[in-house]
Nanobody, 117 residues
Framework: VQLQASGGGLVQAGGSLRLSCASS????????MGWYRQAPGKQRELVAT???????NYADSVKGRFTISRDNAKNTVYLQMNSLKPEDTAVYHC????????????WGQGTLVTVSS
């Protein structure tokens, strides 16, 4: 399975970006897909997840600003990021999980988001 993340870049505070995660396999095969991020010197943290029933979950720090969605026909998950803040600067990684058993977890290569103040 390959997860190809794209859409990162440099944006000013208050701006928007949309990240995409394209899967080489049908995303119906994953129970949960999501985005995580890792800022310099910090641990990787959950940003948002979406399951096959379209239920979503967000970190408190991004609620009301970020929206995760999925396009099953394109095997792609998106993360719309609005009202970006400098503290959102990080490498954003796409994640896919098959709960099984056994549990399978897949990671994309990451895309860098830099928010300038």
């Amino acid at each position: 399975v390959q997860l190809q993340a794209s859409g990162g870049g440099l944006v000013q505070a208050g701006g928007s970006l949309r990240l995409s995660c394209a899967s080489s396999r049908s995303i119906f095969s994953f129970n949960i897909m999501g985005w995580y991020r890792q800022a310099p010197g910090k641990q990787r943290e959950l940003v948002a997840t979406i399951n096959t029933g379209d239920s979503t979950n967000y970190a408190d720090s991004v609620k009301g600003r970020f929206t995760i969605s999925r396009d099953n026909a394109k095997n792609t998950v998106y993360l719309q990021m609005n009202s970006l803040k400098p503290e959102d600067t990080a490498v954003y990684h796409c994640n896919a999980q098959r709960l099984g058993p056994p549990l399978y977890i897949y990671w994309g290569q990451g895309t860098l988001v830099t928010v300038s103040s």
